[in-house]
């Protein structure tokens, strides 16, 4: 029995501004985000990644089309949506734990109820023990797992991420990549990840999107089947390599298709 949709975009379009002045960004964006996925966007830079994560999240409405949240239409910010971004945002006066407690704390949950919910959180990304230090005694990981951390103490029915880890030396980002995976077998949270690096969609995700130049439409969607189970020797894998090659590709053909329409030139006809 398949897994029903968390999250679904209908027809989304979206352009900053209006009139002859406006600049499209969204296209017609469908997508479907199924319960426990890890659904990656790639994409050329500026293309709308963050404009599509930002309407997700409710900080922008879209022009037409819908979002829809465990089946219900979405209208402004959602509390189940829980949003990270590249840069981990962390308050350098609090302690981690007060930095993880603070959603908790606007919403005006107990004390009690806060603490226990924020170790419960640093537990699950592995910081168990270390609420007690300030932001800068931390590495970079360690901030970024911070942020997750307070992202999950609302219980979001889908984790956004926008480039989380894209400033990590790749040691550290490899690291994130399974620890995320690990959290998802762990939790079963829906995640919709944007990344300009086709290894780490692969290696991460059960699905990845392509997105078009912008105005951004979806291209093309390929299908992750490496299993649950991952480490980092399934890069060295055959399928893996072919998956990868198969995105560069298809990104190779799209900035080839907008330099033809930035000269002019006609397109090719394709199937």
Known sequence: MGRSAVLELSGV???YGSGPLATPALRNVS???????????????????????KIVSGLLQPDRGEVRVNGLTSRGVHAGIG??????????????????????????????QARMTAERALALVGLKGTGQRYP????????????IARALTSDPAVLLMDEPFASLDAISREKL???MLRLREATGKTVLFVTHSIRESVLMS??????????A??????????????D????????????????????????????????????????
Request: glycine share 8%; charged share 30%; aromatic share 4%.
């Open 13 to 15: 379009s979206y352009a």
């Open 31 to 53: 997508l479907t985000v199924n319960g426990g996925e890890i659904v990656s966007l790639v994409g050329p830079s500026g293309c709308g990644k963050t404009t599509l994560l």
């Open 83 to 112: 949003c990270i971004f590249q840069t981990p945002r962390l308050l350098p006066w609090r302690t981690v734990l007060s930095n993880v407690m603070l959603p908790l704390e606007v919403e005006r949950v107990s004390r009690p």
């Open 136 to 147: 800068a005694e931390l590495s970079g990981g360690m901030r970024r797992r911070v942020a």
């Open 177 to 179: 990549n399974l620890e």
């Open 206 to 215: 059960d699905r990845v999107l392509v997105l078009s130049h912008r105005p």
């Open 217 to 230: 439409a979806v291209r093309r969607e390929v299908r992750v089947d490496l299993g649950p189970q991952r």
């Open 232 to 271: 980092l020797r399934v890069q060295d894998s055959t399928e893996f390599t072919r998956l990868t090659a198969a995105l560069r590709e298809e990104l190779d053909y799209g900035e080839d298709e907008e330099r033809r329409r930035l000269d002019g030139e006609p397109e090719e006809d394709g199937a």
